[in-house]
């Protein structure tokens, strides 16, 4: 049971790190002013949809059933409609730092909906460390992105963004118990295409998008890994679970985000961003080890009783 759970946290590391670039990557895309932030919030999904629907296609899998079609649905308008859109709006004005003032909320929320949809009950310590991790990380990134001058409508966007994510999340770590990783986020991007694919025209007909080879590369990057691929290994992770854990693997994420920002938007990092960073990834360690000490308690009670019972010859069950 321990090493699935290293398993789970393995695999949700692996899905923050490709959503680490996708914040830096909208800002690359949209500050060029050519593509519109609708275009470039559903093209992505349209993107990610008709590789999915091809990989559905290509292995023959079956459809899902009765109301996992409305589970899905919570899925798409999640991670698939409402944060692609709401990010892509937010950061046309809001700074790639500035946008992971707010998305460090995300971890909070993911484990606050794990706990509602998943009936999980994390420790004390834990949601001691996730709180502290979170305050920790809206800290840092706001000493990084300037801080907050007075709530702006880019931070309600991403606030909903926060919202739809953790949702979609949740709900999605749950189904892909059921249809499987990939097939989950497939289905939800299938699911949804109609709607994007609508928004797309629209958002081509009231501007052709231009851009620079490095903003369609952004863009490229957008549609592939971060509406796709990093969903593969994400769900996965949360699947295995224990979801609130995994949830907090994210805390890391703007700490990334930020250093892809300073990479390809030639943003200065100072100090405070590397110990804000260590501060971060600490409280992510901690978090997930508690509940790992947990598990690992839990296997060695479970030991000691076996032991016992072979002494006297009883079966347990």
């Known amino acids: 049971m321990l090493s699935r759970s290293r398993a789970g946290l393995g695999w ?3 899905g923050v790190a490709a959503f680490s670039f996708t914040v830096p990557f909208t800002r690359v895309a949209v ?10 919030g559903s093209g992505r999904a349209v993107i990610a949809a008709l590789l999915a629907a091809t990989a559905l296609a290509i292995t023959r899998q079956r459809l899902p059933r009765g ?3 409305v589970r899905l649905s919570v899925v798409a308008a999640g991670v698939v409609v409402g944060f692609p859109v709401l990010t892509s709006f937010a950061l046309t004005t809001a700074s790639a730092s500035h946008g992971a003032v707010v998305i460090a909320l995300l971890p909070a929320a993911t484990a606050v909906m794990a706990v509602l949809r998943g009936h999980e009950r994390p420790p004390v310590p834990f949601w001691a460390m996730a709180i502290i991790g979170a305050i920790a990380t809206i800290v840092f990134t706001s000493l990084r992105g300037g801080g907050f001058s007075g709530l702006h409508w880019s931070d309600l966007l991403l606030l909903g963004a926060v919202v739809a994510a ?7 770590g749950l189904l892909a118990r ?3 990783a990939w097939q989950t986020i497939s289905w939800a991007l299938v699911l949804s295409a109609p709607l994007m694919i609508a928004l797309l025209g629209i ?7 231009t851009g620079t080879s490095i903003e369609w590369a952004a863009f490229a990057y957008l549609g592939v890994v ?3 691929l990093g969903f593969f290994a994400w769900y996965r992770g949360l699947a295995i679970g224990p979801m609130a854990q995994v949830g907090q693997i994210q805390l890391v994420q703007p700490v990334m985000s930020i250093c892809w920002a300073a990479l390809f938007l030639s943003e200065h990092v100072t100090w405070s961003t590397v110990l804000g960073g260590v501060t971060v990834i600490a409280c992510a360690g901690i978090a997930v080890r508690t509940r790992l000490g947990r598990v690992a308690g839990a296997d060695a009670r479970w030991g000691a009783a076996d032991a016992r019972v072979d002494e006297q010859g009883v079966s347990r069950r």
Do not use: D, H, N
Request: glycine residues 22%; without cysteine; negative net charge.
């Open 12 to 14: 949700g590391l692996l």
């Open 178 to 180: 059921e249809l499987g």
């Open 203 to 209: 958002s081509m007909s009231q501007r052709p998008p």
């Open 31 to 40: 500050e060029g002013g050519g593509m519109s932030p609708l275009f470039i």
């Open 226 to 228: 971060s509406m796709f």
């Open 166 to 172: 953790g949702t979609g999340y949740a709900e999605g």
């Open 67 to 69: 109301v996992q079609w």
